[in-house]
């Protein structure tokens, strides 16, 4: 097993965050984690990324526990988040925002090489590596967003809402893309709002609700399951 | 973590205790084992038939900042101790205006070694009084000095903006505008800082023949040092007692050559060598280093004690007459309590140097004093005392001799001139 | 931090009571200005060109040192979102490095009977230079391990409150080692005070001392060593990512805390060599030299736009010519340098709150 969570308490001061969820990842897995806002879905990201410390529970990857390890370090593990918003760095170049996401990489040609790479599978990068951050369309960075992450060689790529905000024909292409990382060999913890592209994706799914996991099954079967179409594919989600 | 920043603490805390120790601080609240004249414990203990007791004098070293809030606040804390007798302070001419009401109400006498402002004394205070000669004499002396001896007839003057320093360089203008000559630039600096090219730049332009300067020897020796640079080459600086000192040579080298000061430094002596050699043994620093007024605060403090000694009545059976007839009572010490001498200026800030130089001169002259002996309880009639220190005559200091004015005005000897000759302050000629 | 704001652009700003008092205020100042400039240099015209280049030389010697330290206040700003107090005593404790240095120099004396320090002059003063900025790299260090870093999640007035608390123990920590009378530098030979090049102007020498130009330039050298730093190396990249958004940055392998410990290393270093600049070319340090500089240093980083390094160099430059030149400018005393300077801060955060280069202070920010 890749990523086993197991019994994760997470509190924000005295708001319980996260009460006690578990679940897992197999290598070479997209797993969805869908639910609505404020489920806990970001924070159970962020405490996998070590953002967050549990008072509870433990994150298994490889068998090895996370919870005591520093953010920079579980970087260098192969785990890499596309946060939620993006937050890609505004007031740097596109070149330079891939730079820093092979902040843990010292191999200098490679890090070219892996550049080269983002550039052939985003051409529009490529048409504005010298521009800022910040001056570039939201689609355009949900694509730095992923291409930062890419840069880091990830081995499990946790994704936070990377449809939000876009335009229909763009959350297509994003969720193209993400298809075409898993195909490549890595595995996808997926948190999206967007239930019926996530489900569509991966190959199993987690529902949660105020901190806790409520369901779960392979995704086909909860694209069919009557209460997740009432809560989160029928009327008013898009 | 915590254990880590407990070490943090730790060694910062060690590194302070370590330089707290030796350092040339004053710490008056702490014994002197080497004073020989510290009241004796076994006053209790000794046989009936000589019960004497030792009334030790103590100086109670305080930090006003210089400032005149700073000064009120040592002045009230001072004059809350039933055993605080006389202020030889306060350090600074604002300062020491700020704290003489206070001193006024209570009956202390004062006598400062430093500050100069003539509007002090013209105040009408019956307890201020000063041993540091005043600022109309110093300032009529360098006016005519530069004006008849050295002949210049164009005159910069500079002041460091504090009462002092601007009230001296005021005088020295309108002394020599009086005389004739022309005083083509009035310039104040801000104290503290080492880069005065600018103003100097400013003073050059009006071409003067001597610059004046009214202020303190840091700021001194900055300008001394940059004049040339400015293009003020070849102008002569004049300086004040302020500007005296073996600092000012040290920090101006070669650029001093042949700057003025007026000062009342004495020539040397054997109590004066005394007094350097038991200074520099102790502070590991000479005197004149930290600030030009060590020997004045030397002879403050002794000429206090004196009055002091000179008022007291030491009597075993109640309190004697002079008490009730004094219009502020007496200072009652009983035995095992000390007389306490007070010494106000600022000992932290950027003229800590002042403050603890002459605090160190005086906890050397309070050291040495031979306490009061008797049998009984020591009253010093405080009105008496302030009394004694006004009318006080013909007290021979290291520095010169103090003899009291009605006004309070005790420095009887003026203001002597020096130049720099050979890098080493040398008495000019008039 | 402000990522997509500058895009959104009002068209037409309302006209509201405060904009227009601001405007009738800004057109007083400025016709104040003319007003005094004119009778500065046309009425009176009491200075010639040579009085205003040497004003100008003092301003821009000084100016450099305040860049150098106004970078160190910008890029903690910039990382942590807080004014550190203390940051002029990490100068002061650089300025007493070199001081030491020069004075351990001194006192060795060759076979020729000169001493190492006028024998070898670069050398003595590249020492110094990294005694200075190795005791000020250090302090800016343990300042932040010891006194900032516990309190990374407070509120930032309590970090400020720290700051002024670190600077006054900094303070009298100093004057307790070293003692509160100020120290002489004892420069080279090579590097006398006063002495330099001479330049006839009007018929009226003027001095480009050799202590005042070494300052000057290397403080351009450093600023652009900062500058590439920032701008070309993995450690610049990882500061400016840190200062846009620690999580993210912690997110893209970067050790933040150790990013903010090299922050004010660098710092450190920066005002360590402000502050031997400063004792070689006033020559005078004690426990209070870094206090009036840090304050003018962050007066320097204010104009510039807080958070902007090129801002703080301006900013330093621009404060160092202004104190030097206006009061002559404006034909006012010249103990009045100070209040021109804060005067000049005001109007800036009064009519351009960002400062000259800098983006706006957001209330978030503050």
Redesign the interface.
């Known amino acids: 097993m890749m990523l086993e969570i197991d019994n994760l308490n997470v509190y924000y001061n005295a708001i319980h965050a996260l009460k006690g969820i578990s679940f897992h990842l197999e290598k070479g897995e997209i797993v969805a984690l869908i639910g609505a806002n404020g489920a806990g879905k970001s924070t159970t990201l ?1 405490t996998i ?3 967050l410390r549990p008072r509870i529970g433990s994150v298994l990857f490889e068998g090895e526990d996370l919870t005591k390890i ?3 370090d579980i ?2 593990k192969g785990i ?2 596309v ?1 939620e918003g993006r ?1 890609i ?4 170049t596109v070149a ?1 925002n891939l ?3 092979a ?2 990489s010292n191999d200098r040609a490679r890090i070219k090489s892996n550049m080269d790479m983002m550039f052939q599978r985003f051409p529009r990068l490529s048409e504005r590596r010298n521009q800022l951050g ?2 570039l369309s939201g689609g355009e960075q949900q694509m730095l967003a992923i291409a ?1 992450a890419l840069m ?1 060689e990830p081995r499990l790529l946790l994704m936070d809402e990377p449809s939000m905000g876009l335009a229909p024909i763009l959350v297509e292409q994003i969720f193209d893309i993400i298809r075409d990382i898993n195909e490549q060999g890595t595995s996808i913890l997926l948190v999206e709002q967007n239930a019926q592209m996530a489900l569509s994706i991966s190959d199993r799914g987690y529902v949660m609700e105020t901190g806790k996991i409520v369901l779960e099954g392979p995704s086909n079967e909860l694209l069919v399951n009557p209460v997740v179409i009432d809560a989160y594919l029928g009327g008013g989600h898009d | 973590m915590t254990k880590k920043y407990a070490f943090y603490v730790l060694l910062i805390v060690a590194v302070m205790l370590a330089a707290c120790g030796p350092a040339a601080t004053p710490a008056p609240e702490e014994p002197m084992p080497e004073a020989p004249t510290q009241a004796p414990p076994e006053a209790t203990e000794a046989p009936a038939m000589e019960e004497k007791a030792s009334f030790a004098f103590e100086l109670v070293a305080e930090d006003d900042g210089a400032s005149p809030e700073g000064a009120a606040a040592v002045a009230n804390k001072l004059v809350a101790d039933p055993t605080f007798v006389a202020m030889g302070g306060h350090a600074f001419s604002g300062a020491t205006a700020a704290a003489i009401p206070i001193y006024e109400a209570a009956g202390i006498p004062m006598l400062s070694p430093s500050a100069t402002n003539p509007d002090l004394t013209k105040s009408g205070s019956a307890v201020f009084n000063r041993n540091a000669f005043t600022d109309v004499e110093q300032a009529k002396a360098a006016a005519e000095f530069i004006f008849n001896n050295l002949g210049f007839t164009k005159l910069a003057a500079m002041h460091d903006g504090g009462d002092y320093g601007q009230g001296l360089a005021q005088l020295v203008a309108d002394n020599f505008t009086a005389m004739g000559g022309e005083v083509v630039a009035f310039e104040a600096i801000t104290p503290g800082e080492t880069d005065y090219t600018a103003v100097l730049s400013a003073v050059a332009a009006k071409s003067p023949e001597v610059l004046y300067f009214g202020g303190y020897n840091a700021e001194g020796a900055v300008i001394t040092n940059q004049m040339a640079q400015s293009g003020l080459e070849g102008v002569v600086f004049f300086g004040c007692d302020g500007t005296f000192g073996a600092d000012f040579l040290e920090k101006t080298g070669a650029n001093g050559e042949g700057a003025y000061a007026t000062t009342l430094v004495p020539a040397s002596s054997p109590e004066k060598d005394a007094f350097d050699a038991a200074y520099t043994e102790r502070f590991g620093v000479a005197p004149g280093v930290l600030s030009p007024y060590s020997w004045n605060a030397f002879d403050a403090g002794n000429a206090l004690m004196t009055a002091v000694t000179q008022v007291a009545v030491v009597s075993a059976d109640g309190e004697p007459e002079a008490c009730a007839s004094d219009a502020f009572g007496c200072a009652v010490i009983e035995p095992g309590q000390t007389i306490k001498v007070g010494y106000s200026g600022p000992i932290t800030g950027d003229y800590a140097a002042f403050g603890q130089d002459m605090s160190q001169a005086m906890m050397i002259a309070v050291d040495a004093f031979p306490p009061i002996e008797g049998e009984g309880t020591l009253y010093i009639p405080r009105g008496a005392l302030v009394t004694a220190v006004r009318t006080m005559s013909d007290f021979q200091g290291i520095a010169g001799t103090i003899t009291c004015q009605e006004n309070g005005e005790c420095n009887a000897s003026g203001p002597v001139l020096y130049v720099i000759q050979d890098g080493v302050w040398t008495p000019a000629a008039r | 931090m402000s990522m997509t704001k500058s895009s959104v652009q009002p068209i037409q700003k309302p006209w509201t009571s405060g904009r227009v008092i601001r405007l009738v205020l800004a057109i007083i100042v400025i016709a104040l200005l003319l007003w005094r400039l004119y009778t500065v240099l046309v009425v009176q015209a009491d200075y010639g060109p040579e009085t205003w280049v040497r004003f100008s030389i003092s301003g821009l010697i000084i100016g450099g040192m305040y860049a150098l330290i106004a970078i160190g206040y910008t890029l903690v700003y910039g990382i942590l979102f807080m004014i550190n107090f203390a940051h002029g005593e990490v100068m002061m404790i650089g300025a007493f490095g070199g001081y030491f240095i020069f004075e351990l120099l001194s006192s060795i004396v060759l076979s020729n009977g000169q001493t190492f320090n006028d024998a070898n002059p670069a050398l003595s003063i590249i020492l110094a230079f990294a005694a200075g900025g190795t005791a000020s790299a250090v302090a800016g260090y343990f300042l932040e391990r010891i006194a900032y870093r516990p309190l990374r999640k407070a509120p930032r007035l309590i970090l400020l409150i720290t700051a002024i608390g670190a600077s006054t123990f900094l303070q009298n920590a100093a004057m307790l080692l070293f003692g509160p009378q100020r120290r002489d530098y004892t420069n080279p030979e090579a590097l006398t005070r006063g002495s330099g090049w001479t330049v006839v102007i009007n018929n009226s020498n003027v001095t480009l001392t050799y202590t005042g130009v070494m300052s000057f330039v290397l403080s351009i050298i450093l600023m652009a060593a900062l500058y590439y730093i920032v701008q070309r190396t993995k450690l610049g990249r990882a500061m400016r990512a840190v200062s846009q958004d620690k999580n993210s940055a912690a997110l893209m392998g970067i050790d933040v805390d150790d990013v903010i410990s090299k922050t004010f290393i660098i710092s450190g270093l920066l005002a360590g060599a402000a502050g031997v600049m400063w004792g070689i070319h006033n020559g005078l340090v004690n426990h209070y030299t870094g206090f009036l500089p840090g304050i003018k240093a962050f007066t320097a980083a204010v104009l510039g736009g807080i958070g902007n390094i090129p801002g703080a160099m301006v900013g330093g430059m621009v404060l160092g010519i202004v104190e030097s030149v206006g009061p002559a400018a404006l034909g006012l005393d010249f103990q009045l340098k100070d209040v021109i300077a804060f005067t000049i801060l005001i109007l800036m955060l009064l009519f351009r709150p960002s400062g000259l280069l800098g983006e706006a202070l957001t209330e978030e920010k503050l």
């Open positions: 962020n990324s070590g953002i520093p953010p920079q970087v260098r890499i988040q946060p937050k760095f505004s007031k740097m330079e730079d820093i996401g902040y843990a910040g001056t930062r880091a």
